[in-house]
C-alpha cells in the first residue's frame, strides 16, 4: 500500500534551522491530512492537520503546506530545536461520512535529528 | 490533558494462544480505533468502532481479531489464536464525536508471538 509515501527515510538539521519534511500521496480522494510526532516506545502525538480546501496551517512553529495537484505536502518546523528529533508521520485521510473520519493512511515516516 | 491508556505496555505469548490488549479512551470520546506497526513498517489501521459496533475494518482485520466495549470505559482488542506474523505494536485510539479527523494514541502496547 503506497498511497502515502515519505520518500527520506532520515532528515538531519542544525538547531535554529528549517526542518523540512515531504510527503507524497496517490489518491485523489484524500481530503485530509495529518502529521503526528512519534518517540520510541511511545503512541504517535498529533503536530498539526490542513484540510484540502486549504493550502496552509500554520500552528506555532509548525507550518503544514498543501499543493493538491502535485497530491504533496510538507511539514516545516522553525526553528528547529533537539527536542523535535523524532519520527514524523504524514497520515490520509477521505472524509466519506461520519464513521470514515479517523481512518487514517500514514506514511513510513522520516526520522528528524536536530543536532545542538 | 487527558490521554488515552493502554494495557499492557508488553506482553509476550506463545503461538495460538489468546490475547487481549485493553484500552481506556479519552472520557468524552465515542470513536475509538485500533492501529498496528509491525517493526519497520507503516502504522496501520485495523478497526474502528462506534455506538457499540465496528463502524470499519480492514482486511487485515479478520476472523481472529475482534473488538469489545464491555463498560463504559473499556475498549479491548482480543486476537484469538495468535500468530507469529501478529508480533507488532498495536495502539488504540480515540476521537470526539463531530471533530474532524484528528485521533489520540495511545502509547501502544507491544506484543511478541513466540
Known amino acids: 500500500d503506497q498511497q502515502v509515501k515519505q520518500n527520506s527515510p532520515s532528515l538531519s538539521v542544525q538547531e535554529g534551522r528549517i526542518s523540512i519534511l515531504n510527503c507524497d500521496y496517490t489518491n485523489s480522494m484524500f481530503d485530509y491530512f495529518l502529521w503526528y510526532k512519534k518517540y520510541p516506545a511511545e503512541g504517535p502525538t498529533f503536530l498539526i492537520s490542513?484540510?484540502?480546501?486549504?493550502d496552509k496551517n500554520e500552528d506555532g512553529r509548525f507550518t503544514v503546506f498543501l499543493n493538491k495537484s502535485a497530491k504533496h505536502l510538507s511539514l516545516h518546523i522553525v526553528p528547529s530545536q533537539p527536542g523535535d528529533s523524532a519520527v514524523y508521520f504524514c497520515?490520509?485521510?477521505?472524509?466519506?461520512?461520519?464513521?470514515?473520519?479517523?481512518?487514517?493512511?500514514f506514511g513510513q515516516g522520516t526520522i528528524l535529528t536536530v543536532h545542538p | 490533558e487527558p490521554e488515552v491508556t493502554q494495557t499492557p505496555s508488553h506482553q509476550v505469548t506463545q503461538m495460538g494462544q489468546e490475547v487481549i490488549l485493553r484500552c481506556v479512551p479519552i472520557?468524552?470520546?465515542?470513536?475509538f480505533y485500533w492501529y498496528r506497526q509491525i517493526l519497520g513498517q507503516k502504522v496501520e489501521f485495523l478497526v474502528s468502532?462506534?455506538?457499540?459496533?465496528?463502524?470499519?475494518k480492514s482486511e487485515i482485520f479478520d476472523d481472529q481479531f475482534s473488538v469489545e466495549r464491555p463498560d463504559g470505559s473499556n475498549f479491548t482488542l482480543k486476537i484469538r489464536s495468535t500468530k507469529l506474523e501478529d508480533s507488532a505494536m498495536y495502539f488504540c485510539?480515540?476521537?470526539?464525536?463531530?471533530?474532524?479527523?484528528?485521533?489520540?494514541f495511545g502509547e501502544g502496547s507491544w506484543l511478541t508471538v513466540v
Open positions: 497520515a490520509a485521510s477521505h472524509n466519506a461520512g461520519g464513521t470514515s473520519y479517523g481512518k487514517l493512511t
Open positions: 472520557s468524552n470520546h465515542l470513536y
Open positions: 485510539a480515540s476521537r470526539p464525536e463531530l471533530v474532524g479527523n484528528t485521533i489520540y
Open positions: 468502532f462506534y455506538n457499540n459496533e465496528i463502524s470499519e
Open positions: 490542513i484540510s484540502s480546501i486549504k
